[in-house]
């Protein structure tokens, strides 16, 4: 009896430090997971922080661009317009 009351007791001993090995891997296992995942989130913050920022800047630049365009454009539309009045003033002056 005393020999199986042994075994048990060693058997017993044996899945406790098993269940103990198993729960430290489970730990491991999520304390890892977790590093990722926080890993993950900041790169993605980091990701999302740039495409704001270029995106700002190419709005900046554009809109930049833009008024550019259009001050380029009524300068050519004056330009024109005296263009047209010298060559009537010109003309007149030309035709008497």
């Not at 190419?58 to 009524?74: G, P, V």
Request: charged share 50%; proline share 0%.
């Amino acid at each position: 009896m005393r020999r199986y009351e042994k075994k048990i007791a060693l058997l017993r001993q044996q899945e406790q430090e098993e269940k103990r090995e198993k729960d430290s891997f489970q730990q491991h296992k999520r304390q890892i997971e977790q590093r990722w995942q926080r890993e993950i989130e900041e790169r993605t913050r980091q990701y999302k922080r740039k495409a704001e920022e270029i995106s700002a800047r190419y709005k900046r630049e554009t809109d930049s661009l833009s008024r550019a365009d259009q001050y380029t454009e009524e300068r050519l539309k004056n330009q024109i317009k005296e263009c047209q009045q010298e060559i009537q003033e010109w003309q007149r002056n030309n035709n008497k």
